[in-house]
């Protein structure tokens, strides 16, 4: 079970980027994450006129590693560790770490 899940909301924990929040867009693979305005780049791009594309310089969100980022508490307003508990139904689920509350309510 993956720990950081696209649409969870985020905060940087190292690198430029630190102290901003974000949501995660999507998975890379395993180990990287794309998180919303995080670790920005500028992006030369030609014009295709076959897929309709008007040339430029673009901003594009690149990938971040998942250990640069934490899961953000809105309970305590901080950046949060994730931990896992299994309920009594048997369902695995998703705690943070500090108040051990479920992370997806």
Do not use: C
């Amino acid at each position: 079970m993956q720990r950081i899940r696209k649409g969870d909301e985020v905060v940087v924990l190292s690198g430029r980027d630190k102290g901003k929040r974000g949501t995660v867009l999507r998975r890379v693979d395993a180990e990287h994450v794309v998180v919303e305005g995080v670790n920005r780049v500028k992006k030369h791009q030609r014009p295709n006129p076959m897929k309709n594309v008007t040339g430029g310089i673009v901003d594009k969100d690149m990938p971040i590693h998942v250990s640069n980022i934490a899961l953000f508490n809105p309970a305590t307003h901080k950046a949060d560790r994730v931990g896992f508990k299994t309920l009594g139904d048997g369902r695995k689920v998703r705690v943070f770490r500090s108040n051990r509350e479920q992370v997806d309510a």
